[in-house]
């Protein structure tokens, strides 16, 4: 039986949001082929964007953040009510996830909130009249990056 994936507080899908797709390819960083690989971005100091393989396991123990040198989110932004912890789990230990512009994690509450994917906006709709609010909320646009707090399970987004 295979390996269930390993459980994300910020990032509850990463298969429905597409940053995690099954895969063949050998992990860099435990050179083990564990069926799935991460889809998303890498950054990097040194140069903007570290291309590897890298499976979800070495995602969630730190191991790929630490080889790499990079984090999967931006550490920058960050409102100053949320944990110095949280960020470090957000940028370093949770997958993380392309949009058009640099992507933005977003809080509430003083926490993370969880990223639920990009939306358009009839995937908005399924996921009832909060997430549509919040998305007009957020401007103008055809799609938008969805989060969700954990806390008190508002819905925010921003138009990628
Ligand atoms: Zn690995
Ligand atoms: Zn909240």
Same mark, same amino acid.
């Given at each position: 039986?295979?390996?269930?994936?390993?459980?994300?507080?910020?990032?509850?899908?990463?298969?429905?949001? =597409?940053?995690?797709?099954?895969?063949?390819?050998?992990? !860099?960083?435990?050179?083990?082929?564990?069926?799935?690989?991460?889809?998303?971005?890498?950054?990097?100091?040194?140069?903007?964007? +570290?291309? $590897? +393989?890298?499976?979800?396991?070495?995602?969630?123990?730190?191991?790929? @953040?630490?080889?790499?040198? @990079?984090?999967? $989110?931006?550490?920058?932004?960050?409102?100053?009510?949320?944990?110095?912890?949280?960020?470090? !789990? +957000?940028? /370093?230990?949770?997958?993380?996830?392309?949009?058009?512009?640099?992507?933005?994690?977003?809080?509430?509450?003083?926490?993370?909130?969880?990223? /639920?994917?990009?939306?358009?906006? !009839?995937?908005?709709?399924?996921? =009832?009249?909060?997430?549509?609010? @919040?998305?007009?909320? @957020? =401007?103008? =646009?055809?799609?938008?990056?969805?989060?969700?707090?954990?806390?008190?399970?508002?819905? /925010?987004?921003?138009?990628?």
């Amino acid at each position: 039986m295979a390996t269930p994936l390993p459980t994300f507080r910020y990032h509850p899908d990463p298969l429905a949001t =597409g940053s995690i797709v099954k895969s063949d390819a050998e992990c !860099e960083i435990c050179c083990a082929v564990r069926g799935y690989r991460y889809t998303g971005p890498a950054f990097s100091q040194v140069v903007d964007e +570290v291309e $590897a +393989v890298v499976c979800p396991w070495c995602i969630d123990d730190g191991s790929a @953040a630490e080889s790499l040198e @990079a984090t999967f $989110a931006e550490p920058e932004g960050w409102d100053d009510d949320v944990r110095l912890d949280v960020i470090d !789990e +957000v940028c /370093l230990r949770t997958p993380g996830f392309h949009s058009s512009k640099r992507p933005q994690w977003l809080d509430h509450h003083g926490d993370a909130a969880e990223y /639920l994917g990009r939306h358009t906006r !009839e995937q908005l709709a399924t996921r =009832g009249p909060d997430a549509v609010q @919040a998305a007009k909320e @957020a =401007g103008e =646009g055809d799609t938008y990056v969805l989060f969700r707090c954990t806390d008190c399970s508002e819905f /925010l987004a921003y138009v990628d």
